[in-house]
């Protein structure tokens, strides 16, 4: 076991990384909508748990402190110069999967959930993608579940008013 001080990643922490960042990727994609920033946020995440590593594998559920961290970092204290922008989807395969691929509307998928304040934007993720329940969502933005169910309807509706978004036909 490694010492505080010493030099190279605490013990668990590379073989974590290696097993588990491919979806921390995705969902960190579908928040910013592009694949350097998404690996920026993960890396802003990793990075942080670097120094509490011994700590966080201690409570016995790392991945779900570290989805937490990921979302509640993006919501809370990730600054974005392009605030207001439509970002992109990755021109280059990111080597990480693609939630989107196959669908013909991947840039207007883009595009709605760019629409979305941060909040709104992680609770669809954390909603649709990752398939928490509302209590799960509000737990790990650190908010009242009445909030995820309020910013939740909000989304909804500011996504189905895209008429080119057929796919988003099922949240109504």
């Known amino acids: ?3 505080h001080g010493e030099a190279g990643p605490p013990d668990g922490l590379v073989e974590f990384v ?13 928040l910013t909508g592009d694949a350097g920033r998404a690996e920026d946020l993960v890396q802003t995440v990793l990075a ?4 509490r590593w011994p700590t966080i594998a ?3 559920q790392p991945e779900a402190y570290l989805r937490r961290a990921l979302f509640t970092t993006y919501v ?16 280059e395969d990111p080597g990480y999967g693609d939630m989107a691929v196959g669908s013909t509307d991947r840039d207007a998928v883009c595009r709605a959930l760019a629409r979305l304040t941060r909040r709104q934007r ?3 993720v954390l909603r649709y993608v990752e398939e928490l329940s509302v209590a799960g969502t509000a737990e790990i933005l650190g908010c009242p579940a009445s909030t995820v169910e309020a910013q939740e ?20």
């Open 48 to 51: 942080d748990a670097w120094r």
């Open 76 to 91: 809370s204290r990730w600054q974005w110069r392009w605030r207001g922008q439509i970002p992109r989807p990755p021109t």
């Open 18 to 30: 290696r097993v588990r960042s491919d979806g921390l990727l995705r969902s960190a994609w579908l």
């Open 122 to 124: 992680a609770i669809v």
């Open 153 to 172: 309807q909000k989304a909804l509706r500011t996504v189905q008013a895209d008429p080119h978004l057929e796919l988003f036909a099922v949240w109504r």
């Open 58 to 60: 201690a409570g016995g």
């Open 1 to 3: 076991m490694r010492r």
